[in-house]
């Protein structure tokens, strides 16, 4: 089983900073690809950021310059810095990642994690 659980959300004011952390955890042979994505009210869930294992990143146009993702491979975590932070950053984070569990077979297996919720205050 594994668990992609997330941290560091919170209330901040426009123009601050957060960072969050997805820790994985569990059955992990490797990880793949792995990305944020954000959900606000009455709206889809949509990619932030993504993150190859080889580091490789892409960014919506909304957070580019902004944003950062990052990965540490030895902790099997992943990163958002989230610099100049507007308002309509407000949403749940949610991390995923692509991840094989099992020596025997190569399949990839997409998870999920609960979501941390990010208010920017005006």
């Known amino acids: 089983q594994v668990q992609l659980v997330e941290s560091g959300g919170g209330l901040v004011q426009a123009g601050g900073s957060l960072r969050l952390s997805c820790a994985a955890s569990?059955?992990?042979?490797?990880?793949?690809?792995m990305g944020w994505f954000r959900q606000a009210p009455g709206k889809q869930r949509e990619l932030v950021a993504g993150?190859?294992?080889?580091?490789?990143?892409n960014y919506a146009d909304s957070v580019k310059g902004r944003f950062t993702i990052s990965r540490d491979n030895a902790k099997n975590t992943l990163y958002l810095q989230m610099n100049s932070l507007k308002p309509e950053d407000t949403a749940v984070y949610y991390c995923?990642?692509?991840?094989?569990?099992?020596?025997?077979?190569?399949?990839?297996?997409?998870?999920w994690g609960q979501g941390t919720q990010v208010t920017v205050s005006s």
């Open positions: 995923n990642a692509d991840i094989r569990t099992d020596y025997s077979e190569h399949k990839l297996y997409r998870y």
């Open positions: 569990g059955t992990i042979v490797s990880i793949n690809a």
């Open positions: 993150i190859t294992s080889g580091g490789s990143t």
